[in-house]
Nanobody
């Protein structure tokens, strides 16, 4: 069983930056698709970015501002967020699914491992 733990959420001013981290409990990482999702009250959880061995994918709303990366030696996923906007305010979740040699999915229902979330609040 894979356990995921997020950290790095905070309250910041618009235009600021944050780096979120998600650490997996076991030393097997390169075989996983990893992704960041976010959710606000009353809205469905939405994909923000995903990464596998070969590529990254971003939601249009964050493209050019967020960067997803991974450090396999530390079993850690990162989301570097810059130019934060109030609309970025949400609970951010990391997710994973073991998927070797295939593109990462984009749907919440396709991921079977989830962290508990870390809150990001961006004020005007």
């Amino acid at each position: 069983q894979v356990q995921l733990v997020e950290s790095g959420g905070d309250s910041v001013q618009a235009g600021g930056s944050l780096r979120l981290s998600c650490t997996a409990s076991i030393p097997i990482y390169s075989g996983f698709c990893m992704a960041w999702f976010r959710q606000t009250p009353g809205k469905e959880r939405e994909a923000v970015a995903s990464i596998n061995t070969y590529s990254t994918t971003y939601a249009d709303s964050v493209k050019g501002r967020f960067t997803i990366s991974r450090d396999n030696t530390k079993n850690t996923l990162y989301l570097q967020m810059s130019g934060l906007k109030p609309d970025d305010t949400a609970m951010y979740y990391c997710a994973a699914i073991f998927r070797f040699g295939r593109p990462c999915p984009w749907s919440v229902n396709d991921y079977n491992y989830w962290g508990q979330g870390t809150q990001v609040t961006v004020s005007s």
